[in-house]
């Protein structure tokens, strides 16, 4: 048999023939300017990149910040412009040969990260907290990544007054895949999207200034418990690819209803398969609880948040949880809505576990950071309440309670960093006794952030688990809602610890310095402030925005 005859056989077993009319050929058809968020971010992370090999090194800090401030300002503009254009509500559709969902939760989460973002890149940017190095300005990050620490190379670094500035461009492309998450409308973008924003936070927890070792500990933990998920994620894929034969959202959730009426003679028998399916979507759901925190995939938590740098702890806290759980409300309220009845037990036990656990292993902590970690635990099981709703209410709460949740986290971090001693960071709580004494505005402030965290009435806390509980105890998971009641109790115990410790202990004569910061991590600081109490004070103007943005297109 000659090499034409085999080509011809394979072509024709493929069920196409080997003169292909040309005009089958379409181009794909790609809607730029409702991506242009993304591509605005992407594009300046790329500049960022030409900037670290070609802009001289005196000149490079400048300029990554510059850039990276004006991509994001731009990137939020462009949000409130499709906003505006009525993509969140009338014209919400699905982009991009049907990866990309453009609709009201889409455009309202992408909003939240890019102003967290834009907020937590003012602490990446600050140079004063450290005394000068050497006559130069020192920041949170290394001086020379790839150096040893205690290395020759690495202290002639920080002798030339070497930054890395290669951390501005990281974050951008970490914002980028964000930005894709909570969009993806198909099961491979979602894995892409995890895979370019996760990639560059394992890079940022590896290079803090100080306590080096520390730092790629946690870097190491996050990228092998992160690889771990990823691998869940994309088994999970693959097993509901068997099952509905596609990768979109639509098709795979019309399979499970049993509303498709074409099938392909391939799939007839993995269609009925309904352990593929099972299997395949609680694999999913495990690579996104990993995400968010949820117990028991929360083990990576405490140890990176510790370890990393702080302003890159108080950017992973906050943006990544807010783009995790919208992909986690897309694949429940668009994908699997059909198998709420399985999905449903499951995510109660979840919640409750991850309230209960966070909130009483909160209490023995004696680093602050770490007692923060445990915090976000618990913040995503009250979370999770919402989430369990399975109502418009439990969606627009969910994305309430994400944007009130992101600024207190970062303004709460931004106020971490402040507080040194000759070692950087203080972070044991010993050290913060008496810090009301010693610096009274500081800790008022922290003060704030705490009491918003516990839920205490006028703060924006107290008004998103008001909104959440309320949402799952309308969508009949009363239960939830005494379990949160009581793990919120259980927290603000740790949280007014804290704050009698600041207020009511006397200051030790070796005890930490208060930093004086720039007006970077000032405005990130003020605007945290800012947003807790206006969302505490007034709002019900911003629970109506989240309503109007809280319906998925399908």
């Given at each position: 048999?000659?090499?034409?005859?085999?080509?011809?056989?394979?072509?024709?077993?493929?069920?196409?023939?080997?003169?292909?009319?040309?005009?089958?050929?379409?181009?794909?058809?790609?809607?730029?300017?409702?991506?242009?968020?993304?591509?605005?971010?992407i594009?300046?992370?790329?500049?960022?990149?030409?900037?670290?090999?070609?802009?001289?090194?005196?000149?490079?800090?400048?300029?990554?910040?510059f850039?990276?401030?004006?991509?994001?300002?731009?990137?939020?503009?462009?949000?409130?412009?499709?906003?505006?254009?009525?993509?969140?509500?009338?014209?919400?559709?699905?982009?991009?040969?049907?990866?990309?969902?453009?609709?009201?939760?889409?455009?309202?989460?992408?909003?939240?990260?890019?102003?967290?973002s834009?907020?937590?890149?003012?602490?990446?940017?600050?140079?004063?907290?450290?005394?000068?190095?050497?006559g130069?300005?020192?920041?949170?990050?290394?001086?020379?990544?790839?150096?040893?620490?205690?290395?020759?190379?690495?202290?002639?670094?920080?002798?030339?007054?070497?930054?890395?500035?290669?951390?501005?461009?990281?974050?951008?492309?970490?914002?980028?895949?964000?930005?894709?998450?909570?969009?993806?409308?198909?099961?491979?973008?979602?894995?892409?999207?995890?895979?370019?924003?996760?990639?560059?936070l394992?890079?940022?927890?590896?290079?803090?200034?100080?306590?080096?070792?520390?730092?790629?500990?946690?870097?190491?933990?996050?990228?092998?418990?992160?690889?771990?998920?990823?691998?869940?994620?994309?088994?999970?894929?693959a097993?509901?690819?068997?099952y509905?034969?596609?990768?979109?959202?639509?098709t795979?959730?019309?399979?499970?209803?049993?509303?498709v009426?074409r099938?392909?003679?391939?799939?007839?028998?993995?269609?009925?398969?309904?352990?593929?399916?099972?299997?395949?979507?609680?694999?999913i759901?495990?690579?996104?609880?990993?995400?968010?925190?949820?117990?028991?995939?929360?083990?990576?938590?405490?140890?990176?948040?510790?370890?990393?740098?702080?302003p890159?702890?108080?950017?992973?806290?906050?943006?990544?949880?807010?783009?995790?759980?919208?992909?986690?409300?897309?694949?429940?309220?668009?994908?699997?809505?059909?198998?709420?009845?399985?999905?449903r037990?499951?995510?109660?036990?979840?919640?409750?576990?991850?309230?209960?656990?966070?909130?009483?292993?909160?209490?023995?902590?004696?680093?602050?950071?770490?007692?923060?970690?445990?915090?976000?635990?618990?913040?995503?099981?009250?979370?999770?309440?919402?989430?369990?709703?399975?109502?418009?209410?439990?969606?627009?709460?969910?994305?309430?309670?994400?944007?009130a949740?992101s600024?207190?986290?970062?303004?709460a971090?931004?106020?971490?960093?402040?507080?040194?001693?000759?070692?950087?960071?203080?972070?044991?709580?010993?050290?913060?006794?008496?810090?009301?004494?010693?610096?009274?505005?500081?800790?008022?402030?922290?003060?704030?952030?705490?009491?918003?965290?516990?839920?205490?009435?006028?703060?924006?806390?107290?008004?998103?688990?008001?909104?959440?509980?309320?949402?799952?105890?309308?969508?009949?998971?009363?239960?939830?809602?005494?379990?949160?009641?009581i793990?919120?109790?259980?927290?603000?115990f740790?949280?007014?610890?804290?704050?009698?410790?600041?207020?009511?202990?006397?200051?030790?004569?070796?005890?930490?310095?208060?930093?004086?910061?720039?007006?970077?991590?000032?405005?990130?600081?003020?605007?945290?402030v800012?947003?807790?109490?206006?969302l505490?004070?007034?709002?019900?103007?911003?629970?109506?925005?989240?309503?109007?943005?809280?319906?998925?297109?399908?």
């Amino acid at each position: 048999m000659s090499a034409t005859d085999v080509h011809s056989l394979w072509t024709m077993a493929g069920g196409v023939t080997s003169a292909v009319p040309a005009e089958k050929f379409k181009a794909p058809v790609i809607e730029y300017a409702q991506l242009t968020p993304v591509l605005i971010v992407i594009g300046v992370a790329v500049v960022g990149v030409l900037v670290e090999a070609f802009v001289p090194r005196r000149a490079r800090y400048y300029t990554q910040v510059f850039l990276t401030v004006v991509a994001l300002a731009a990137a939020f503009a462009a949000v409130i412009g499709l906003a505006a254009g009525g993509y969140g509500t009338t014209k919400a559709h699905i982009a991009a040969m049907g990866a990309i969902a453009i609709d009201g939760p889409t455009l309202f989460l992408q909003g939240t990260i890019l102003l967290t973002s834009l907020v937590a890149v003012f602490t990446f940017a600050e140079r004063r907290l450290d005394p000068a190095a050497h006559g130069n300005h020192v920041d949170s990050f290394a001086a020379q990544a790839a150096s040893v620490p205690g290395s020759d190379s690495e202290k002639a670094a920080v002798r030339a007054g070497f930054t890395t500035t290669e951390v501005f461009p990281l974050v951008l492309f970490s914002v980028a895949g964000m930005l894709v998450f909570p969009a993806a409308n198909d099961l491979l973008t979602l894995f892409v999207a995890l895979e370019v924003f996760s990639l560059p936070l394992y890079l940022l927890c590896a290079v803090a200034r100080r306590k080096r070792l520390m730092s790629q500990e946690a870097a190491v933990k996050y990228f092998l418990l992160g690889a771990f998920s990823s691998a869940f994620l994309l088994f999970g894929i693959a097993l509901l690819y068997g099952y509905a034969g596609s990768l979109s959202y639509a098709t795979v959730a019309n399979v499970v209803d049993g509303s498709v009426t074409r099938i392909a003679p391939a799939l007839a028998d993995t269609m009925g398969n309904d352990a593929l399916l099972l299997i395949g979507g609680a694999m999913i759901l495990t690579g996104l609880l990993f995400k968010v925190g949820a117990v028991p995939f929360h083990m990576w938590t405490p140890d990176v948040y510790q370890g990393a740098p702080t302003p890159v702890t108080g950017f992973m806290a906050a943006a990544t949880k807010v783009a995790a759980f919208g992909a986690l409300l897309r694949l429940l309220y668009v994908v699997l809505p059909g198998l709420a009845w399985d999905w449903r037990p499951v995510m109660w036990a979840v919640a409750i576990v991850t309230m209960l656990g966070g909130a009483i292993v909160a209490i023995t902590q004696t680093d602050i950071k770490r007692l923060l970690a445990y915090s976000s635990i618990a913040h995503a099981g009250f979370i999770l309440a919402g989430v369990i709703a399975t109502t418009p209410e439990g969606i627009s709460s969910v994305l309430f309670y994400l944007g009130a949740y992101s600024f207190v986290t970062v303004g709460a971090f931004a106020v971490v960093t402040l507080v040194r001693d000759a070692g950087g960071e203080a972070t044991h709580l010993s050290k913060w006794a008496g810090l009301g004494q010693r610096s009274p505005l500081v800790a008022a402030v922290f003060a704030v952030f705490l009491l918003a965290f516990a839920g205490i009435p006028l703060t924006s806390g107290f008004s998103g688990k008001f909104a959440v509980f309320k949402a799952a105890a309308d969508g009949g998971a009363g239960g939830l809602v005494v379990v949160g009641v009581i793990s919120s109790a259980i927290a603000a115990f740790f949280y007014i610890r804290v704050i009698v410790l600041m207020f009511f202990s006397e200051p030790k004569a070796d005890g930490p310095t208060v930093a004086v910061p720039s007006p970077l991590t000032m405005t990130t600081i003020a605007v945290g402030v800012a947003v807790t109490l206006v969302l505490g004070l007034a709002p019900q103007y911003f629970l109506d925005l989240a309503s109007q943005a809280g319906v998925f297109v399908r």
